[in-house]
């Protein structure tokens, strides 16, 4: 016959009652019932270790990306005897038997406040007789929410803050909330977080960086336990760049050597600024349409900067072929447009460089330090 564990608790007056119970068969002695397991002192604060194995990332959005990652928390012994109990949990379990392997005597429930969607699986319990340790392994899949402090102005020398918040929420089986002044989450100095190498056509991502903290009066009204882990995800740049900016340069070019046509040839002049004016327009219709966002972003900038210069060539040659064969405004209108043009050019490159410098020094803070990626306000733990 084979054997079967059918697992019971009951909770009544700060007691809380397990039994294991093997079918005929097992070889394995039942335990006995009604055995009352008491609470265990605990020094408060406890610390929840807690680590993190980042899988995969992918799909992301201006507001939204997916992952999925392994979460490892483990805490001190609560109650008498939990230990064996979670062993005797475990071991019914990945025998093939029946048993809840959420059935644990005390557990602590996990929140993903910035989760849009998620789902857990492949929960594994394990437990550490020595240190009287009872921890789980979950892997965790899902859509979060972006948490991003930019307003897309430095589009596209941005980096992109990925974000997974995990929080505290209520003990499971006693629905008490668990406060930070009483449990709270620590680094595991044993196991180190870490992140597999990641691919995406549209970003390179960095080291990510962890850290633990509390929420604030405005998130819950007492401090609760929070873990935070932030992937910078830095943009290509150059792709954007290499398919929009050289075509513009070739427009603003061609439209500027319209001043080498002679001012007597009225049509030549009048229809070519015409069609580099129309091009430079229909070029941002050419690209892959980048995000919407809040501010104008450096390539909105640069278009109309393009834009602008290519509208007062036409302006300048369409006024000075009206005017006789004097070489002196035309002359004058070419070296207007030269200058305008460069001094465009050199501003708009030079906030590029210092884009491109701030976004590297922010990605390259040391890894302890999530805040200066997310606007999100929280408190230091």
């Known amino acids: ?187 595991n100095p044993e196991q180190p977080n870490l992140s597999y190498a990641q691919h995406d056509p549209e970003y390179s991502f960095w080291p990510a960086r962890h850290a633990t903290m509390t929420t604030t009066p405005l998130e819950a009204p007492q401090p609760i336990s929070k873990f935070v882990v932030v992937m910078p995800a830095v943009r290509k740049w150059s792709q954007h760049c290499i398919r929009f900016v050289p075509l513009l340069l070739v427009l603003n070019v061609a439209s500027l050597f319209l001043f080498c046509v002679p001012v007597e040839q009225l049509a030549p002049r009048l229809i070519g600024s015409l069609l580099l004016l129309l091009a430079t327009v229909l070029a941002k219709l050419t690209v892959r349409a980048w995000p919407t966002t809040q501010q104008l972003s450096w390539l909105d900038t640069y278009y109309f900067g393009c834009f602008l210069t290519s509208f007062l060539v036409f302006v300048l040659v369409t006024t000075t072929s009206a005017m006789d064969s004097d070489p002196g405004p035309h002359k004058a209108a070419a070296v207007a447009s030269v200058v305008v043009w460069a001094l465009m050019n050199v501003v708009s490159f030079t906030k590029a460089k210092n884009l491109i410098a701030a976004t590297t020094l922010k990605v390259s803070i040391p890894t302890t330090d999530p805040l200066s990626l997310c606007c999100i306000s929280r408190m230091p733990s």
């Open 1 to 187: 016959m084979a054997s079967s564990y059918t697992l019971q608790r009951v909770a009544g007056d700060g007691d809380v009652s397990y039994h294991v119970k093997l079918s005929a068969g097992g070889g394995r002695s039942d335990a006995a019932a009604g055995d009352q397991r008491k609470p265990i002192l605990q020094q408060f604060p406890v610390s929840m270790l807690i680590h993190t194995r980042i899988m995969a990332i992918g799909n992301i959005t201006a507001t939204t990306f997916q992952c999925r990652f392994d979460l490892y928390v483990n805490w001190p012994e609560q109650m008498e005897g939990a230990v064996e109990f979670a062993q005797d949990l475990d071991e019914a379990t990945l025998a093939g038997v029946s048993g809840d392997r959420a059935a644990l005597a005390w557990q602590p429930l996990i929140r993903f406040p910035n989760a849009i969607e998620y789902t857990e699986s492949r929960r594994l319990i394990f437990t550490d007789e020595v240190r009287r340790r009872i921890g789980q392994r979950t892997t965790v899949q899902g859509l979060f929410k972006v948490c991003s402090t930019g307003h897309g102005s430095a589009f596209p020398f941005d980096a992109v803050p990925l974000e997974l918040v995990m929080q505290l929420g209520f003990e499971m089986n006693s629905k008490q909330q668990l406060y930070a002044d009483k449990y709270r989450f620590a680094m």
